[in-house]
């Protein structure tokens, strides 16, 4: 944790040792969750960088600035999602592209899953992606989503549901957790 | 079952690493950032002038939201930012609000991601790296108590936490992420007095209600019936199943067609001893394997009262209203558009009109004849539709109306 009185140019050294080591990692999440759009992976990083830069010195005070950049990125890769959508189909099409790229045994399996992840709606995927590529927690997804944990859970029963179904796998549980609907804390 | 769930994560995994690996952005982050942030500023200067009219129209709208508690801003006497009445309790950026019609706003003291109200009294949970923590204080945030510490391991949080009907207990859910977004949930009673903390064993999912001071009902670990668990000795006993042939009868009416149910889940309780409702929420499964048609059975003395089944394709959440009425929510994943919420009442099955919206929760106003409806940060207002209204005080008739502010309504009190 950095000392809350650090001079101003330690703080930017903080924030652009941070954007060294994280960028890379939080593209990639961005990328997952714009549906493997490059160029909108792109600027939903500059959207959270620029705005954690902005606070960079609240956000330094309190220890990590990830959990708040990656709440940015889910956010604005979500907002741009929603603004985009016309028809799911549009987002398989970058997705067939990232999986066409991987020769190795299990291609068909994953180009399968990564269409139907591309596939989800924006919320869903988040969860989905958060939770089981990142190691989320279920708390801190629920902060990022400005939702209850208990929301999270049933997000992502769902999705896993929809995921079969999209992808067509039958050997999907009928739920990883609940089977129910939205629940709010 | 846990082989068959690692392996669907791990797949997963293994797909969006494939997927992403290697990939880099194409520029120099740094550069970018402050180049973005250059651009930024000069929009905002040159916005600054026209931005002066606006500042002066909503001014007093402003003022009004955030007048020190209990008091009014100067011309403000005339807004009204709800309809409906009471008091709002928000949450908003790590903060909690009361919010009043007129404007006035009392703010609760010290951050907080949500609360809910029980025997008179706010429960409030925060989100830290170090966990969730759980407090209890007066309505208006004063004599705060942290009753719950955060558990400091990334790897536990608690969740769902409920305070009893008295007041006196609170129950949670302990999360434990086992390995690789695989977690295992147990359920725990703490005795706010002692600070004793009691293991009631593993949980089927989130999902759980008070009975009364000394019980909890909750999904049995096999997903197939409701459990009645004592608190005091953490041994349960069954209260219904998918297979009891009243709650069979009562869904296979409301769905024919569906088949019998084979999920089942608890959606709340309301009143307590002998007239106690109890809400159980029950689907049947689709051809691959997924959950569908669900309907929500009210219970009392375990015999069923009335049935709800909007047609929907995915999802039903079920909300206890004032009195009579309650709330139903349908809607599939998290389209916004595919969202309804109807208004209902204990004596008849059949909703009202659906209103659009409500992905993210409804609630009635104390006296149930206005709904707010959340959707993201918004939150719509609307009338409850006839009949439903009819059980409230008098049916009110506007326009849908939306808070003039991002916010996520915890609580609508008197």
Known sequence: MLDPQMPGSEVDEAFEEFVRGRSTHLFRLALALTGWDRTAAEDVLQIAFERAYRRRRQLFRHGSAEPYVRRVVVNAAIDWRRTRRRRAEQSLDAAIGMAAADQTGQVADRDALVRALAALAPKQRAVLVMRYWDDVPDAEIAAALSCSAGTVRSQASRALARLRELSGDRSFPRSEYSTRGENHE | ?414
């Open chain 2, 1 to 414: 079952m846990n082989d068959i769930r690692n392996d669907i994560q791990q797949r997963l995994r293994d797909a969006i690493t494939a997927a992403v690996n290697g990939a880099e952005p194409s520029f120099d982050v740094m550069i970018a950032v402050r180049r973005r942030r250059r651009r930024s500023l000069r929009r905002l200067a040159a916005a600054g002038a026209a931005a002066v009219a606006v500042v002066a129209t909503t001014a007093t709208l402003l003022a009004a939201q955030h007048a020190l508690p209990g008091q009014r801003a100067p011309g403000a006497a005339t807004t009204t930012l709800f309809p409906g009445g009471g008091r709002l309790l928000l949450a908003h950026a790590g903060a909690l609000r009361w919010l009043y019609p007129d404007g006035r706003t009392i703010r609760i003291p010290g951050k907080f991601n949500g609360a809910s109200v029980s025997a008179g009294e706010l429960l409030a949970w925060k989100y830290s790296k170090v966990g969730t923590s759980y407090y209890t204080m007066r309505l208006d945030g004063s004599r705060q108590r942290l009753v719950l510490p955060a558990f400091h391991d990334s790897k536990l949080s608690a969740i769902g936490g409920q305070l009893s009907p008295d007041g006196s207990k609170l129950a949670y859910i302990q999360q434990k992420m086992v390995s690789q977004g695989n977690a295992t949930d147990t359920a725990w009673v703490l005795n706010l007095a002692t600070g004793k903390r009691t293991d009631l064993g593993a949980m089927f999912d989130s999902a759980f209600a008070w009975l009364d001071d000394a019980t909890i009902l909750t999904t049995a670990p096999d997903g197939k019936s409701l459990v009645l668990i004592s608190v005091a000795t953490g041994r349960s006993s069954r209260y219904v199943a998918v297979t009891t042939p009243a709650l069979v009868g009562a869904y296979e009416h409301a769905q024919p067609g569906a088949g019998p149910p084979e999920f089942i889940g608890s959606d709340g309780v309301r009143g307590s001893g002998a007239s106690a409702r109890v809400a159980v929420w029950l689907a049947a499964k689709h051809r691959l394997g997924a959950v569908t048609r669900p309907a929500v059975v009210v219970l009392h003395a375990r015999t069923p009262v009335v049935t709800y089944a909007p047609k929907t394709p995915d999802a039903l959440g079920f909300t206890w209203g004032p009195g009579d009425l309650v709330l139903l929510q349908t809607g599939a994943g998290d389209g916004p558009g595919t969202w309804q919420a109807y208004a209902a009442t204990l004596q008849s099955g059949r909703p009202s009109r659906p209103v659009p919206g409500g992905m993210a929760g409804a609630t009635f106003n104390p006296v149930g004849n206005v709904m707010a409806l959340q959707d993201g940060g918004t939150l719509t207002f609307v009338a409850t539709p006839r009949p439903a209204c009819e059980h409230t005080t008098r049916c009110l008739a506007f326009q849908p109306t939306a808070l003039p502010q991002s916010a996520t309504v915890q609580a609508w009190l008197p």
